[in-house]
């Protein structure tokens, strides 16, 4: 084993150890929550060494670096399950490469994406996981993460749903950076309630990062989005979230 190899072992050891001790905290079963382990600006050989590890669902936040990261992943390790979640802010543009190797997106968050996603994945015969990302707001304004006004998800649910090439699966939020994450993600858990008594199946709430993954848990997530606490820190890039 590499030193890289052991430090991710160790980081999800840590990370595992970490998201069962908030299940139970807040009654539930540890079970019932999936790490994605967001990998952004980290090289393929590290997503490698999770799968090694059994770690089955990655996330990542751009386009680009995500097709390359899946194309490497499936030549490494053409046997290995894993799930690619794309948890970024997603241009129409860049359907049709996101519909070729994600099975999650979790940043549908307007009509007119929702209708060329589906499209590219008709076309790509594939079925994809569709989550709307929800703006919880900010008192400074809108801050760029993206996401469906609060009073819109309702009606985008319902577009979602009636499109074949897509399964309505759930919500995701990235709290405001100036908000309070117990109150942001309780918003959260209020609006995926909404959604479920509707969509009994869209039962999906994607929810937590490295620094609040507790309170989250705590809320109701049942997808945590950990990047830092299990690769490490990432070098600051413009386009990257943190
Ligand atoms: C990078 C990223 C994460 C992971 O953030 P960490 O704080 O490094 O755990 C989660 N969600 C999204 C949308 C991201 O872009």
């Known amino acids: 084993m ?11 050891d840590t990370l595992r150890a970490r998201v069962a001790a908030a299940a139970r905290a807040a009654g539930r079963d540890p079970g019932d929550i999936t790490i994605i382990a967001v990998g952004k600006t980290f090289p393929a050989q590290d997503v490698a060494s999770l799968v090694r590890l059994g770690v089955i ?6 386009d680009q670096e995500a097709s390359a990261k899946a194309a490497a992943v499936a030549a490494a390790l053409p046997d290995a399950t894993v799930r690619w979640h794309f948890v970024g802010q997603l241009q129409r543009n860049k359907t049709g490469s996101v519909a070729g190797y994600a099975d999650v997106v979790h940043s549908l968050d307007r009509a007119r994406l929702v209708d060329a996603l589906a499209r590219s994945a008709g076309r790509a015969g594939r079925r994809i996981d569709a989550l709307i990302q929800i703006d919880l707001g900010s008192a400074a304004g809108p801050d760029g993460r993206g996401g469906a006004a609060p009073d819109d998800v309702v009606a985008l649910a319902e577009r979602i749903a009636e499109l074949p090439a ?3 699966a759930g919500v995701m939020a990235v709290p405001p950076l100036d908000a309070d994450p117990a109150t942001a993600y309780a918003r959260l858990a209020d609006l995926a309630h909404r959604v479920r008594s509707v969509h009994p ?3 999906a709430v994607s929810a937590g990062m490295s620094g609040d993954l507790e309170v989250a848990i705590a809320h109701g997530a049942t997808h945590v989005r950990v990047g830092t606490a299990l690769f490490g820190g990432r070098a600051l890039v413009s386009d990257h979230v943190r």
């Open 57 to 62: 669902d990655f996330g990542e936040n751009r």
């Open 2 to 12: 590499t030193a890289r190899q052991a430090e991710l072992a160790a980081n999800l």
């Open 166 to 168: 897509l399964r309505l």
């Open 201 to 203: 199946d869209a039962a």
